[in-house]
């Protein structure tokens, strides 16, 4: 082991920066460390407070040093980094087109519903299909006329025989004039055998339809018929009594007559005389007058199109009968129109004559406004707005479109579409503020070309990203480019 005198002595062809001072030297350890001898050597102490002197300050350097550079790596991380270098535009006013969006369903602009007053009778013949074209006059169905024809044929007859009664009434009498009111009077009495075996036949179908209406009560009950079913039992029965009070005051009707017919004849054979003549014409009037009403009623059982139109709904079926409910729908003209409820705002703004574009995705037609709604709710403050469609058009009543119609032009806040971005159907755009981006969320307009209308949202004058906005999140620092 060398010892500290060696130590000394090796060290003294080492140059030695000056002489330690006192207060170096009272500040050497009053201990050594163990297995070390201190020689009582003056030269070894001021070697000694030499080499500590120099640890000294070679600590205190590298401490000064270490301090610099810490303070160096703290003022660069509070700079922030520059994430990305963007490109910025003010929001603007500019012009954008005014177009009014619409929705609504497609309607048939004069729906018509179509039915026969003639009620009771059976549907014999069904001659149109829904989506037929028909044309005015066409004939959609038919109803029995065959009890209403045998009624004509007698009240014709009656007719004839009334007439031929007026000019026999004018002239003497000679046997044929008296032959003409016999068979007057028998027509008469076979008429009203006729409208005997007519009140028969009327009885019996009411006894019928009386009794299908309580048995079709009974199985209500029992929950066998459904309630329409067992009520149109009962109308059916109620609607017999009507028939058989027809038939009865049709029965006294041809009594009547019959009685007549024998009093002429009676008056015949007595020789014609200006009353006579005068009921003659009368009841030649009368029966003119039946034959018409007849052939009216005749004609009602006749189900005709009361215009040009287009079939959408066909209730009437063969065999049905009918009670004077709808047998047919029609479009009349096919003329369809799309109804839309527009607010009080833009309502203002509209005119008739305006075009409009109309679309479902799929079809499109140009329409034309043709009547706005000369009031607006005063619930809703919406008004009606009707915009007729091309009957050519692939447009259905029923489907639901979207409308759009232009007013022109008006003033609004823009930005590029490079700069709307979208998460959801949510919009937001990103802005330059104080070397960051903000985030903020907008409600997007009209979009012309390469420009987006900003609603809600966004302030004129603030610079907006339009380039590098999407590689952005809220808050990142950015520098702006040229």
Excluded: C
Aim: a positive charge.
């Amino acid at each position: 082991m060398m010892t500290l005198d060696q130590k000394n002595s090796s060290e003294q062809s080492k140059p030695i920066y000056g002489p330690p001072s006192y207060e170096s030297l009272s500040k050497l350890p009053k201990r050594l460390p163990p297995g070390l001898k201190l020689p009582l050597k003056k030269s070894s102490i001021a070697v000694l407070a030499t080499v500590s002197l120099i640890a000294a300050v070679s600590t205190a350097s590298i401490a000064g040093s270490v301090f610099m550079k810490g303070k160096e790596t703290a003022a660069k991380a509070s700079k922030p980094v520059v994430v990305a270098t963007v490109t910025v535009q003010p929001a603007q006013l500019a012009p954008v087109p005014d177009v009014l969006e619409l929705t609504g369903s497609i309607s048939a602009t004069d729906p018509l519903s179509i039915g026969s007053s003639a009620g009771g009778l059976v549907i014999t013949q069904v001659n149109a299909e829904e989506g037929d074209y028909v044309k005015k006059g066409q004939i959609l169905a038919s109803l029995d006329s065959s009890v209403l024809r045998a009624q004509l044929a007698a009240a014709e007859a009656r007719f004839q025989g009334a007439g031929a009664s007026v000019v026999k009434a004018t002239q003497p009498n000679r046997p044929e004039d008296i032959g003409s009111f016999e068979a007057a009077y028998k027509q008469a009495l076979a008429d009203v055998q006729n409208r005997k075996a007519m009140l028969e036949q009327a009885k019996a179908s009411r006894m019928l339809a009386q009794n299908n209406a309580r048995r079709y009560a009974s199985l209500l009950k029992e929950g066998a018929v459904s309630e329409m079913e067992a009520q149109t039992k009962s109308t059916e029965a109620t609607t017999t009594n009507s028939t058989v009070r027809a038939a009865e005051d049709s029965l006294d009707a041809a009594q009547y007559a019959a009685q007549q017919a024998a009093n002429r004849l009676e008056m015949a054979r007595q020789g014609g005389r200006r009353e006579d003549v005068t009921i003659s014409r009368a009841n030649a009037n009368e029966s003119a007058a039946t034959v018409q009403q007849i052939r009216a009623q005749i004609e009602q059982t006749i189900v005709r199109a009361p215009d040009d139109g287009l079939i959408t709904k066909r209730f009437a079926h063969i065999g049905d009968v009918s009670t004077g409910k709808t047998l047919f729908e029609m479009i009349r003209r096919g003329e369809i129109e799309l109804k839309a409820q527009v607010s009080q705002e833009d309502i203002s703004r509209l005119s008739t004559g305006q075009l409009a574009e109309i679309s479902d995705g799929i079809r499109k037609a140009a329409g034309a406004v043709f009547q706005i709604s000369p009031t607006v709710d005063s619930t809703t403050r919406l008004g009606t707005v009707r915009i007729s469609i091309p009957k050519d058009s692939a447009f259905k009543t029923g489907m639901f479109v979207k409308g759009k119609i232009a007013r022109g032009q008006r003033s609004a806040l823009v930005v590029p579409n490079s700069a709307v971005l979208a998460d959801n159907d949510v919009y937001y755009v990103f802005i330059h503020e104080n070397g960051l981006a903000r985030k903020k969320q907008v409600t997007i307009g009209a979009r012309v070309k390469e420009l987006a209308e900003v609603n809600s949202g966004l302030n004129q004058g603030e610079q907006v990203i339009v380039a590098g906005a999407g590689f952005l999140n809220d808050h990142d620092p950015i520098a702006v480019g040229q």
